[in-house]
């Protein structure tokens, strides 16, 4: 029988809740590493954004994405009238994430603007809004990534049609975009695309199923079809621009089937599409679908990688704020050598993918004034940061998780969430096994490997000056070792091992990345991470040795906590 008498209804909880911690501030190293890859003028500028962001991030709007989770979105097929409708039923909370997306901060827009910010700017603040809501940053991603491919490849008169509504900070006037590409039985086969394009007294107008369709009411949609007539595989396919609705406003000639159960992204809808004669415009070249979508993909998966940074600190940071704030055994777990281990094992993979995305970013702006070395950096690591860092967020929003405890198993906390979410940035634009192959096929067939080397090599050579001659070598021999294993495997076809090559190359490449940022930002912490990559995920070790003196668990202690560290005590980490 129950002790009435000690219920206590008042009592306050003991568990640790960050709700409310600004995001921004609470990361020791963003603001550090920004000042390292932006001007003082770009951020100055953005640092009052991306502040109130990180407190947005932290309270508002994530108490709004924990509840568009619970309230997915709903198709409603015919208006209370009997008309037939094609009506998506968005909840109050989604679209109040939406306006904060579009509108106020204009994350879609703000790369086709005159005289916008750097794209690594863009990128940073969705790196703090998806730690809130990740399903919203999909359709973001698809309206910026379609307004680059219009942009690029569309009639002039199709983009001065479109782009200014799709570059509006107007909410109830810009248009969203998606791209609509996934049939149910070519897959990730595009060249098995049997949508067809048929030309009808002279307008486009397509037919078929596509299987996979995320932001299925968009204003927009880039499909690719086959056109009636065209040869086989990718040569028969070209890309044709969507609308949602025709110039006299009736709504074009494609049902939504129905929105898919999805374990996660559940605030965004995806749904199935059949097209019935829609009305589609040519875009670029007839043929050459493919080609053109592909740099519409690039930039999506780019996108997921740095979801995936995202989503990673997000957990991380929860992870840090537990260990630091609850006590077991008269200790706080973050001062315990174990917990400490379990940390840093999250820490690393989520320091990799943020160096790599903010790489990405500032070599992407080079590549579109038309750098051809950083071009052919871009595509590469684009696929490298998709491949790797994806596949690590599902790992360590795990184990996020479990530094909670049972208590994050439940889903008022954001933990299941992000457990959810994680999974599907490994699988949209391209799975595991696609996108490995895909960073051989960068060296195969557009010889991108040796510029990557030889921009490594720089970062490198910039710091040779102050980095430790022993850190500097093994660096070296390292990326020596991880380009002619990825360059053997791709030239060879041994497609059962891209993939271990293919996390080689990214551990080589993120580890010279974050070296060059240490040296550049002077922190010494951020060198320690590095010897940690080395030893932990490209140097030979057995398990069965005891991994630490007593004086490098001192320094890894204070590396976990994100403290402070002499350039000494890194180099107390590296691998003998």
Known sequence: MTD????????????????????????SSLERLLSVYLSGDELDQWRPVMSSLGARAGGELDTLALSADKNPPVLSYRSRAGAETQTILKHPDYIALEKAAYAE?????????????????????????????????????????????????????????????????????????????????AGSDVSATTTLARNETGQWKLYGEKWF?????????????RVEGSPAGLKGVSLFLLPKH????????????????????RSMASGEISLEGAT????????????????????????????????????????????????????????????????????????????????????????????????????????????RACRDARKVTGDAMEVRGGVGYIEEWSDPRLVRDSHLGSIWEGTSNIVALDIARAHTRESALEPLSDYLNSLLNECADRLPSDSLSLLKSMLVRTVAGMKYMAENQCNEDVR??????????????????????????????????????????????????????????????EQSITLDEAILLLPA
Request: hydrophobic share 40%; net charge positive; with cysteine.
């Open 4 to 27: 009435l008498s000690a219920i206590s209804l008042g009592k306050p909880s003991n568990i640790p809740d960050s709700h409310g911690l600004n995001l921004y501030q609470a990361d």
């Open 105 to 185: 901060l204009g994350l879609s827009s703000m790369s086709h603007l005159p005289n916008g910010p750097t794209p690594l700017v863009k990128y940073a603040l969705t790196y703090l809004f998806v730690q809130a809501e990740f399903g919203l940053c999909c359709p973001v991603s698809m309206t910026d990534s379609l307004t680059r491919t219009l942009r690029k490849y569309g009639h002039p008169d199709l983009v001065a049609r479109y782009l200014p509504s799709l570059t509006s900070r107007n909410f109830d006037e810009l248009y969203q975009g998606a791209m609509f590409m996934t049939e149910q039985d």
């Open 213 to 225: 369709c995320s932001n299925p009411d968009a204003d927009l949609a880039m499909v690719l079809a």
């Open 246 to 265: 025709l110039e006299d406003g009736s709504h074009n000639a494609y049902r939504i089937v129905r929105l898919k159960d999805k374990l996660g992204t």
């Open 280 to 387: 589609a415009y040519l875009i670029g070249e007839q043929g050459r679908g493919f080609q053109q979508m592909a740099d519409m993909i690039n930039m999506s998966r780019l996108s997921n990688g740095v979801r995936s940074a995202g989503m990673m600190r997000r957990a991380l940071t929860e992870a840090l704020f537990i260990a630091r704030k609850r006590k077991a055994f008269g200790k706080h777990l973050i001062d315990m050598p174990l917990m400490q281990r379990q940390l840093l094992k999250m820490m690393l993979p989520t320091e990799q993918a943020r160096s790599m995305f903010m790489q990405i970013a500032t070599l992407l702006a080079k590549a579109d004034k038309g750098d051809e070395q950083a071009q052919k950096c871009v595509r590469i690591l684009t696929p490298m940061i998709k491949f």
């Open 500 to 561: 271990r090559a293919g996390s080689a190359l990214y551990n080589a490449t993120s580890a010279i990345f974050m070296t060059w940022e240490a040296i550049q930002a002077g922190d010494y912490r951020r060198l320690a991470l590095v010897h940690l990559i080395l030893q932990h995920k490209l140097l030979p070790r057995d398990p069965l040795v005891p991994g630490y003196t007593t004086a490098q668990l001192g320094v890894l202690g204070r590396v976990v906590d």
